[in-house]
């Protein structure tokens, strides 16, 4: 098994692809762990690579409006809610997968730029409704079609299929990651499974 790893990874992939930097290190690994299988590691080394790249490119994007990737989730989860394109500060929390105390903060800067309104709920006088203004609203536009455009550039490389495929991969891996821990969530609740 190690001689295949080490092969696998210390050529060119089925693809004809150039060694990279993970196939030097997982190289690395084979030959001083041999009894162990490396065969996960490129996988997950080249996602995490590309979160990393993939995220610089994606923030220049909204710098270029001077919010950042926290921010242009607000605003993001605001404009797809439709009019009157407004949403509760815990709503916002849990689409955004943050904390209470990092959402304030996300709307207080949103709020000094005039990009959002918070404002009492009619319906519930304990909450707030927090709403995309009028630049906010210009501004999400703006940025969600440059933001589509730069998501489209970065995978221009895949054929429509490369893309469907790594796409339905991707997807399983996180529907099985996330899987592992809703139901730690749910037992920890309570809840049944």
């Not at 943050?98 to 009492?120: C, F, N, P, Y």
């Not at 707030?128 to 970065?154: K, P």
Request: charged content about 25%; proline content about 3%; cysteine-free.
């Amino acid at each position: 098994m190690a001689y295949y790893l080490l092969v696998n990874y210390t050529t060119p992939g089925a693809t004809g692809q150039a060694r990279d930097q993970v196939d030097h290190a997982v190289a690395q690994w084979v030959e001083q762990r041999p009894d162990l299988d490396f065969s996960a590691m490129g996988v997950i080394a080249r996602l995490a690579r590309l979160n990393a790249v993939g995220g610089r490119a994606i923030d220049r994007v909204f710098e270029s409006a001077g919010v950042d990737r926290g921010e242009f989730n607000v605003l993001a989860s605001l404009r797809r809610e439709g009019a009157p394109f407004q949403l509760t500060p815990s709503e916002l929390t849990d689409r955004d997968l943050t904390t209470r105390g990092g959402m304030t903060k996300r709307l207080d800067r949103l709020e000094s730029r005039g990009l959002v309104v918070r404002r009492a709920n009619g319906a519930d006088r304990r909450s707030l409704l927090v709403s995309l203004t009028a630049a906010g609203l210009e501004v999400i536009d703006r940025l969600i079609e440059q933001h589509t455009a730069n998501q489209a550039a970065a995978l221009s490389v895949l054929s429509a299929e490369q893309r469907q495929a790594l796409d339905d991969a991707v997807r399983r891996l996180l529907s099985t990651l996330e899987g592992t821990h809703a139901d730690a969530d749910a037992i920890d609740a309570g809840s049944p499974s």
